[in-house]
């Protein structure tokens, strides 16, 4: 009989995986099934980027490349660096890896030993937690509701310092809340971290491009260039070149941290797809302006969604910053009751009724560590989104 490693023991399948799998089956019975939970954007990838993808396997670049990415890839993610964000890392400052997500386990197996704390504010990217606990450190979940702005603030940020923090993470903006971190909010924050230089900060910038109106994205080390010497930067193609499927995240940081990332990597896949990397340096290097349009896009559906969310009795939502998802309170539908009887008493129950009666599936904000919220990913089209808010509504105010 199969037994498996007490350091998979805390780690469940994802409930967005639960849902997603619920809702499928449901499909399957042939019914009209809305699915609001995907983490991807719904655009294809760039004709451009596919195309220096056939280039290079025509090229012959079907080997293993350099451990920890190509010279190519390397120098097109440092120029990025400086153009975008106006950060100088060199080339032996970045890594490569199979999407950001390996980055983050590089990073945390690189760094962690038991016991180490990791600080994550709450609403959160629950893979964090999952890859922290799997390299053996402790998550420490600091929640930041919507009156906060879903943001971390200096105050609780100091206090949830101990002497066994290794690492502040953030991410902005952010899956699932949609809420960023602009100069004035990251200032204080960074003020802190100065004052506590056995902290460091990882940073998970991996919807920069998804960002709206008027908001300023930044990132921390160019606003306190002090704090480069402990910072790791995250960033990948995955979200704003619509290449999820590519698996290509990369990340800057100091030297000694990023060797003892590769050395992690050499053993667990030796480096990252050779014609993938090809893409990612064309989607780097090669024309940007489909970002502003793809933008554009998802902005008319974030306000689609926010502003009928909020004619809905019973629910609340914030405007978000960027990203593709709204993280809507749903409060005021606890203690309300469904016309077959049962209590709304969660925000899990409040989802578990609109995929079983109306066929929309969302992720409710327990799966992200915050209650009583829900998340609506609008990656999908304006007709299927003004389909499902208006099924929302409708169940909404069926419950009395
Ligand atoms: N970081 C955040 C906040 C995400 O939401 C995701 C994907 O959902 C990732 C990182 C992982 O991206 P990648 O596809 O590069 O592994």
Not at 93 to 102: D, L, M, P, S, Y
Not at 255 to 261: G, P, Q
């Amino acid at each position: 009989e199969f037994r498996s490693a007490s350091r998979i023991a805390s780690i469940g399948v994802s409930k967005i995986l639960m849902i997603g799998a619920r809702a499928a089956a449901r499909k399957r019975e042939g019914r009209p099934v809305i699915v609001l939970g995907a983490g991807e954007p719904d655009f294809d990838t760039p004709e451009n980027i596919k195309e220096a993808a056939k280039a290079a396997i025509d090229r012959g670049e079907t080997k293993y490349t350099a451990l920890d990415g190509s010279p190519e890839l390397k120098k097109a993610v440092a120029e990025k660096f400086r153009r975008e964000n106006g950060v100088d890392y060199a080339v032996d400052e970045i890594t490569v890896a199979t999407g950001a997500k390996q980055i983050l386990f590089n990073a945390f197996m690189a760094s962690l030993d038991a016991g180490d704390e990791v600080i994550i504010p709450t609403p959160y990217w629950t893979s964090y937690s999952d890859i922290i606990e799997v390299c053996g450190g402790v998550p420490v979940l600091i929640p930041c509701d919507a009156a906060s702005g879903f943001r971390l603030t200096a105050d609780r940020l100091e206090k949830a310092i101990t002497p066994k923090t290794k690492w502040v993470l953030l991410n902005s903006p952010s899956n699932p809340s949609g809420a960023a971190y602009g100069e004035a909010d990251y200032r204080p924050l960074l003020d802190v971290l100065l004052r506590h230089p056995h902290v460091w900060l990882m940073v998970d910038d991996m919807y920069e491009h998804i960002v709206y109106d008027d908001f300023d994205f930044v990132t921390p080390v160019a606003l306190e260039p002090a704090l480069k010497s402990r910072t790791l930067t995250i960033n990948g193609v995955s979200k704003a070149y619509a290449m999820t499927g590519w698996r290509i995240g990369y990340a800057g940081g100091p030297k000694a941290l990023i060797k003892a990332m590769a050395v992690i990597q050499s053993q667990a896949t030796s480096c990252p797809s050779s014609v993938s990397q090809a893409a990612a340096v064309e989607a780097l290097n090669g024309p940007q302006d489909f970002l502003a349009e793809r933008q554009a896009s998802f902005r008319r559906r974030r306000d689609l969604v926010v502003s009928a969310l909020n004619k809905i009795d019973g629910i609340e939502c914030r405007v978000p910053e960027g990203a593709f998802y709204t993280f809507a309170s749903c409060k005021g539908m606890i203690g309300r009751t469904a016309p077959d009887g049962k209590r709304i008493e969660s925000d899990t129950d409040f989802t578990d009724y609109l995929l079983e009666t109306v066929d929309v599936a969302v992720v409710p904000g327990s799966a992200f560590g915050l209650s009583t919220y829900f998340r609506i990913s609008y990656a999908t089209s304006e007709a299927e989104l003004t389909e499902a808010l208006s099924r929302i509504a409708a169940a909404s105010a069926a419950l009395a």
